[in-house]
T-cell receptor, first 114, second 111 residues
């Protein structure tokens, strides 16, 4: 059981380039999330998807788009990368029901924008 | 989401118990207390959660004060692999989807 898998693990971009961060979970979870983690800022929610076909903005959505491709996959796209988007990006998923409040995280994608 | 307060850092020796405190004086009756930890270069990992009663699982124990304004995560025998940042988070039952992570407590375990 792989859990939550994020690709790539590391990425360096130049300002203005675009890229898509991939996230997949094999736990049949309904909800998926994208966070960014910056030193001294904790984790901040970018976007989340409560179920397949729905997405909602979090605290810091500007400069990002998301796509819930199917129940397993939730991708995060940077259309025109900026140095302020240098961060560690974390994807998470959670089930419905009693364990709804528990989130399971991937190992993260470390992105540098030069 | 209600706010939590944790010490910035704590140290422990290997094989000794560790008590990680968390204050949440503005907790509401429907807030669950969650603990996550983040090992170096990894994503956060769920540890334990509770509402009113003390809770135990294979990773840790959670002791909740009677007035629920504070709680303590207990690692019964710290190992070097327990060195991580520990986050105390309040989640409202049926509330928003996001987890609000503060700065947490960085636990150092000495051999």
């Amino acid at each position: 059981n792989a859990g939550v898998t994020q690709t790539p693990k590391f990425q360096v971009l130049k300002t203005g380039q675009s890229m898509t961060l991939q996230c997949a979970q094999d736990m049949n979870h309904n909800s998926m999330y994208w966070y960014r983690q910056d030193p001294g800022m904790g984790l901040r929610l970018i976007y989340y998807s409560a179920s397949e076909g729905t997405t909602d903005k979090g605290e810091v959505p500007n400069g990002y788009n998301v796509s819930r491709l199917n129940k397993r996959e939730f991708s995060l796209r940077l259309e025109s990368a900026a140095p302020s988007q240098t961060s560690v990006y974390l994807c998470a998923s959670s089930p419905l029901g009693m364990d709804k409040n528990i989130q399971y995280f991937g190992a993260g994608t470390r992105l540098s924008v030069l | 989401d209600a706010k939590t307060t944790q010490p910035n850092s704590m140290e422990s020796n290997e094989e000794e118990p560790v008590h990680l405190p968390c204050n949440h004086s503005t907790i509401s009756g429907t807030d669950y207390i969650h603990w996550y930890r983040q090992l170096p270069s990894q994503g956060p990992e769920y540890v334990i959660h509770g509402l009113t009663s003390n809770v135990n699982n294979r990773m840790a124990s959670l002791a909740i004060a009677e007035d629920r304004k504070s709680s303590t995560l207990i690692l019964h025998r710290a190992t070097l692999r327990d060195a991580a940042v520990y986050y105390c988070i309040l989640r409202q039952r049926g509330g928003s989807e996001k987890l609000v992570f503060g700065k947490g407590t960085k636990l150092t375990v000495n051999p």
